[in-house]
């Protein structure tokens, strides 16, 4: 059972555009969401987080659109790059134990 | 800055045979956590310790086992490898228990032929 669905599997964006990557998750346990970024053969790194008291948290190009009602959170990537080619995994934890994963999105952007 | 040390990167192994996996966590940090990748798949939880204690256990199976040392490091034993267990094997580690950010190693990949 996946306890955190992503969406979309797969994403093509134009360079300087905007990718936008989307998890929901049913179990309101979940206090801890982060995203990380995979390329092929590396282990996933830590992009950004947000906890559920915050409804937006932004660092540079990423931001964290988080929404505890609909039980959502997304990953926009603004002005979208070639070197942010990569699979996205959106996660979530309850105080810090086993991190459930998305499925992951694999984005391509086109130069 | 330092990272999640992990060794070997690679690992060729025959059925039925036995592999160990080791991983040195951030210095400081005393959570280590073990995942499995299958090819196109999202991590899955295997195991996690606090200071050098079990705190948590996902979808390990009975033949592997993993413990961590009086250095902070983890190891993973796996037992009658199959070919279903060749995979990415990710350790990350965080600092204190219930601190959130975990970091991964680059992965060690495992191939049972």
């Known amino acids: 059972q996946q306890q955190v669905k992503q969406s979309p599997q797969s994403l093509i964006v134009q360079k300087g555009g905007i990718s936008i990557i989307n998890c929901a998750y049913e179990?309101?346990?979940?206090?801890?969401f982060p995203w990380y970024q995979q390329f092929p053969g590396k282990g996933p790194a830590l992009l950004i987080a947000?906890?559920?008291?915050?409804s937006e948290k932004k660092e540079g190009r990423f931001t964290i659109s988080f929404n505890k009602s609909a039980k959502q959170f997304s990953l926009h990537i603004m002005d979208s790059q070639p070197g942010d080619s990569a699979t996205y995994f959106c996660a979530a934890s309850i105080s810090g134990n086993q991190f459930y994963f998305g499925t992951g999105t694999s984005l391509t952007v086109i130069p | 800055a330092a990272g999640v040390i992990q060794s070997p990167r690679h690992l060729i192994k025959e059925k039925r045979e036995t592999a160990t996996l080791k991983c040195y966590p951030i210095?400081?940090?005393?959570?280590v956590y073990w995942y499995q990748q299958g090819p196109g798949q999202d991590p899955q939880f295997l195991i996690s310790f606090y200071e050098k204690m079990q705190s948590d256990k996902g979808s390990i199976p009975d033949r592997f086992s993993a413990q961590q040392f009086s250095d902070y490091h983890s190891e993973l034993n796996m037992s009658s490898l199959e070919l279903g267990d060749s995979a990415l094997y990710f350790c990350a580690s965080s600092r204190g228990q219930g601190n959130t950010e975990a970091f991964f190693g680059q992965g060690t990949r495992l191939t049972v032929v």
């Open positions: 179990n309101t346990a979940f206090d801890y």
């Open positions: 210095p400081r940090h005393d959570t």
């Open positions: 947000i906890r559920p008291d915050v």
